[in-house]
């Protein structure tokens, strides 16, 4: 499992003091995790049986929409995939 650490913090505390590489992967291994959360992209396609100037759908997880924005109110997706809409 992938651990995702504050590079920033890492970097302060590397360049405090010359060190070796097996110190360097200690201090890796010490560091505080942040809180990240899997962006998932997805596009609006226009729903399939509604008025397609007013009814879209999610390319991720299908449900619809009648106000297209930049995330699905649902699942989340960042709509910046090339696709229908």
Same mark, same amino acid.
């Given at each position: 499992?992938?651990?995702?650490?504050?590079?920033?913090?890492?970097?302060?505390?590397?360049?405090?003091?010359?060190?070796?590489?097996? &110190? *360097?992967?200690?201090?890796?291994? !010490?560091?505080?995790?942040? +809180?990240?959360? /899997?962006?998932?992209?997805?596009?609006?396609?226009?729903?399939?049986?509604?008025?397609?100037?007013? &009814? *879209?759908?999610?390319?991720?997880? !299908?449900?619809?929409?009648? +106000?297209?924005? /930049?995330?699905?109110?649902?699942?989340?997706?960042?709509?910046?995939?090339?696709?229908?809409?």
């Amino acid at each position: 499992m992938s651990r995702l650490i504050d590079a920033d913090k890492l970097l302060e505390n590397k360049f405090k003091n010359d060190i070796s590489w097996n &110190a *360097f992967e200690k201090l890796i291994k !010490r560091q505080q995790t942040v +809180d990240a959360v /899997e962006v998932v992209h997805g596009h609006w396609e226009i729903a399939i049986g509604y008025d397609p100037m007013k &009814a *879209f759908q999610c390319s991720e997880c !299908r449900l619809m929409s009648y +106000d297209p924005t /930049e995330f699905c109110p649902h699942c989340g997706a960042k709509m910046d995939k090339e696709g229908t809409v």
